[in-house]
């Protein structure tokens, strides 16, 4: 079962991240999706926020890069 603490921290982060996905996708159909550009921005802060870092040690920059890179190559 592990740590609930660490298991929420865990959704968070996943469900944060499909969400930059699904932003990030939208923007790859239309670039100009202001909506989509304005939550990838948001979302981009978090994984920029003390909170975030608070949840996990994962480098927000790095988890950005791979979510674009699978975008990117797909």
């Known amino acids: 079962m592990g740590d ?3 298991n929420l921290a865990i959704a968070i982060i996943k469900s944060v991240a499909r969400d930059y996905l699904a932003a990030l996708w939208k923007l790859k ?4 999706n202001k909506s989509a550009m304005q939550d990838a921005l948001a979302l981009e802060r978090f994984f920029h926020s003390q909170w975030y870092g608070c949840l996990t040690s994962v480098d927000g920059d790095y988890l950005i890069r791979r979510l674009r890179e699978e975008v990117k190559n797909k």
Do not use: A, L, M, T
């Not at 159909?29 to 100009?32: G, M, S, V």
């Open 4 to 6: 609930p603490y660490e």
């Open 29 to 32: 159909k239309n670039p100009h």
